[in-house]
């Protein structure tokens, strides 16, 4: 039906940057919105922001100013831009979205498969 599939991630050390993306495949009508959340290991989890389909965006606290979404409408592809990241950014970071999936408003709830990120010296 619709797939999130993601790419990006990996280790950096404290004050890099990483960009993860996610794309959106399948039968789509329109996307409500797109974004991202993490699982820290500590099991703990945190919506990191999203963005609607309108553009607006919201961030966690913890991450304002240091990470970014945005959206590549035609490409149904969301980005997260990671900067100046902290051991304590380090957590497995997964998309998600709500989707229209017709023209009568059936909506589509998913997450993608998910991706580490370690941020570490």
């Known amino acids: 039906q619709v797939q999130l599939v993601q790419s990006g991630g990996g280790l950096v050390e404290p004050g890099g940057s990483l960009r993860l993306s996610c794309a959106a495949s399948?039968?789509?009508?329109?996307?409500?919105?797109m974004g991202w959340y993490r699982q820290t290991p500590e099991n703990e989890r945190e919506e990191v922001g999203r963005?609607?389909?309108?553009?607006?965006?919201t961030y966690a606290d913890s991450v304002k100013g240091r990470f970014t979404i945005t959206t590549d409408i035609s490409q149904k592809t969301v980005f997260l831009q990671m900067n100046s990241l902290k051991p304590e950014d380090t957590a497995v970071y997964h998309c998600?979205?709500?989707?229209?999936?017709?023209?009568?408003?059936?909506?589509?709830?998913?997450w993608g498969q998910g991706t580490q990120v370690t941020v570490s010296s």
């Open positions: 963005v609607t389909g309108a553009g607006a965006t």
């Open positions: 998600y979205a709500q989707i229209t999936i017709d023209s009568f408003g059936s909506k589509w709830h998913g």
């Open positions: 399948g039968s789509i009508f329109s996307i409500n919105w």
